[in-house]
C-alpha cells in the first residue's frame, strides 16, 4: 500500500487527501482529467501546490480510460486506490443525467476492475450523504435502509456502492464507501455555499437562498475529511465491505449558516429569495458512532473555527 493512486486528486478533497496520505509515508500518484465544470485553472494550481513534493506524481486522464488505469497501476506499483474523482453537483445532474451515470458509474467500475486485474486489493471510494435521501430524521446512519435518490448525482452514488460491495463480494477485495457531508475549506469549489456565498458577500453581490432558509446541513470541515479518509485507508485492508459516515454531526440551517458568515466577514448579507430547487434534501446529519468506533474519526472543527479559517484563506489569496 505504500504507493496509493488517488482519483480526483486535483480537486478540493483530493488536494487535501493527498498531503493527509503523504503524512502517513504514502507515495501518491494523483488522476485527474481538469474537468472543465469549474475553471481547470483552479485545479492545476492545485496540483502546483502538490508537486513541490516529490513523494507526489500527477498524471493526466480519464479514469474511463481503462488501458491508461491499468497502465498508471502497473507502472508505478500501486497497492491502493482512493477513489475520488466524480461528476460533483447535484443540479447539474439533472440537467445531464446520462454523462453523470458514465462519468460516476462507469468510471467506477472501470477502476475497481482495473485494479482487480492489477492485483489491488484495497480501494476506498468516496460517495455522498446524498444518498440518504429527502429524510427529515436524523442523525443518518450506515445500517439505515436504502432511500429513494431524488437527484442522478444521488442516484450515481448509490450505484458506486453497491459496484464496491459487489467487487468485495465477488472477488475478495477490501472496498470501503465514505459518505462525505458538505465538506467546505480551503480549495473550495466555486459554486459551493460556504464559498460562493462568501465572494458574493465580500462584493456585496446577493446571494441565492433558497426557500424558507429551514433546510439544514451537516457541514464539515475538509481537514477533518482528510483525516477521516485516511484512517479509512489505513483500516481497510483485511475488512471486506464496509461503509463510514464522515461528517461533523452538528447541522445548521441555511438562515443560520448565512448568519455565520455575516458574522465571520463583519457585513451583511443581501439576499436572492428563490424558490426550492428540485433534487435538494431538506436535511444531511451523519451519525459518527460506527466511524468513531471502527476509524477513531472525530472531527474537530467546529462550524465558527471553520469559516474564520477558510476566510483567512480567502484573505491570503488577494
Request: hydrophobic share 45%; charged share 25%; with cysteine.
Amino acid at each position: 500500500m505504500n504507493t496509493v493512486l488517488l482519483t480526483g486528486a486535483a480537486g478540493f478533497i483530493g488536494s487535501h487527501v493527498a498531503p493527509a496520505l503523504r503524512a502517513r509515508g504514502c507515495r501518491v500518484v494523483g488522476l485527474d482529467d481538469f474537468d472543465p465544470y469549474y475553471d481547470p485553472a483552479l485545479k492545476r494550481a492545485n496540483v502546483a501546490e502538490l508537486s513541490a513534493d516529490p513523494g507526489f506524481t500527477c498524471v493526466e486522464g480519464d479514469i474511463r480510460d481503462a488501458a491508461l488505469v491499468a497502465h498508471v497501476l502497473r507502472e508505478h506499483r500501486c497497492g491502493a486506490v482512493v477513489h475520488l474523482a466524480a461528476k460533483a453537483g447535484v443540479r447539474p445532474s439533472i440537467a445531464d443525467p446520462a454523462l453523470y451515470m458514465d462519468v460516476n458509474v462507469r468510471g467506477t467500475a472501470i477502476l475497481l476492475d482495473e485494479a482487480r486485474k492489477a492485483g489491488v486489493r484495497t480501494f476506498v471510494l468516496a460517495s455522498s450523504s446524498s444518498v440518504y435521501g429527502a429524510r427529515t430524521d436524523a442523525p443518518f446512519r450506515e445500517d439505515d435502509p436504502p432511500a429513494a435518490a431524488i437527484s442522478p448525482y444521488a442516484c450515481s452514488k448509490q450505484a458506486c456502492e453497491l459496484l464496491g460491495r459487489t467487487w468485495a463480494a465477488l472477488h475478495g477485495m477490501d472496498v470501503t464507501a465514505l459518505r462525505f457531508f458538505n465538506a467546505y475549506g480551503p480549495r473550495q469549489r466555486p459554486d459551493m455555499a460556504v464559498r460562493k456565498f462568501s465572494e458574493a458577500i465580500v462584493a456585496g453581490r446577493p446571494i441565492p437562498f433558497y426557500g424558507d432558509g429551514s433546510m439544514r446541513r451537516d457541514h464539515t470541515w475538509v481537514g477533518d475529511v482528510a483525516e477521516g479518509v485516511a484512517r479509512a485507508l489505513e483500516r481497510a485492508p483485511g475488512r471486506g465491505w464496509r461503509v463510514y459516515n464522515l461528517g461533523n454531526s452538528a447541522t445548521v440551517s441555511l438562515t443560520e449558516l448565512v448568519a455565520a458568515l455575516e458574522r465571520t466577514w463583519g457585513r451583511a448579507a443581501v439576499l436572492e429569495r428563490l424558490p426550492q430547487p428540485p433534487g435538494d434534501v431538506p436535511l444531511t446529519c451523519a451519525d459518527l458512532a460506527l466511524s468513531s468506533a471502527e476509524l477513531g474519526f472525530a472531527p474537530r472543527t467546529p462550524l465558527d473555527e471553520g469559516l474564520a479559517r477558510f476566510r483567512e484563506w480567502m484573505e491570503a489569496r488577494r
